[in-house]
């Protein structure tokens, strides 16, 4: 047991005769670790770009809600009276009519 530990620590398994079997599974479990880091890299980079997307998000509500808070102030009648009233326009006194208009046309 002492002498495989110490071959194991001397690196004899990858000169000995059977060294093609180790390399192989070497390069194969270093293939793999390198595969396991890209992914981990390209999640993170994800994660990432998902919480500022969802900061955009948030950030574009906000913004939505002022804007709509906004518009229904000036769409009151008493701004839009208000800011006719500077350009020399008033509201009508008087009630709006009907007018009824009598067809002269005979219909058969």
């Known amino acids: 047991m002492k ?3 110490y071959n194991l620590l001397k690196g004899k398994f990858l000169i000995s005769d059977e ?3 180790n390399w192989r599974f070497i390069i194969f ?3 793999l670790a390198l595969i396991m880091i ?3 890299h390209s999640a993170d980079k994800k994660v990432h770009y998902i919480a500022k997307l969802n900061n955009d998000v948030k950030e574009l509500k906000s913004e939505y ?3 709509r ?3 229904m102030q000036a769409k009151m009648e008493s701004k839009i009276i208000s800011a006719m009233e500077n350009r020399g326009l008033y509201p009508s006194v008087l009630p709006p009519q009907k007018i009824m208009i ?3 046309t ?3």
């Open 102 to 104: 009598k067809s002269t």
């Open 19 to 21: 060294a093609f079997k």
């Open 65 to 67: 809600v002022d804007v």
């Open 29 to 31: 479990l270093s293939v």
């Open 38 to 40: 890209a992914s981990s």
């Open 3 to 5: 002498d495989n530990f």
């Open 69 to 71: 808070m906004k518009l």
């Open 106 to 108: 005979k219909q058969d």
